[in-house]
């Protein structure tokens, strides 16, 4: 799988996961979004999205979500995960 197909695979994971948990559409999620500040998301909600996201078959095992800024860095961050083998 090459790099591309893999960001995108796993950017697509993310939103639906995210548009999901929200309530919102997949349209109007940016990889520029801040986690906290755009979507409005609490410590919890982090929280129980990153458990949304291990059931989604995503690694999160090292991942401190308090250190992650925006959806892209979590996508950044998820496609490294995935694919390190």
């Not at 090292?62 to 950044?76: A, F, H, R, S």
Request: glycine share 4%; charged share 30%; no cysteine.
């Amino acid at each position: 799988m090459d790099n591309d197909t893999t960001t995108s695979s796993v950017e697509s994971k993310v939103k639906k996961s995210l548009a999901s948990y929200l309530g919102i559409e997949v349209e109007d999620i940016s990889l520029d979004d801040t986690l906290r500040d755009d979507l409005h998301m609490l410590p919890t909600d982090l929280t129980d999205f990153l458990e949304q996201l291990s059931e989604g078959g995503l690694p999160i095992d090292q991942l401190d979500i308090m250190q992650i800024k925006t959806v892209g860095e979590l996508v950044d961050f998820l496609k490294s995960e995935e694919y390190l083998e």
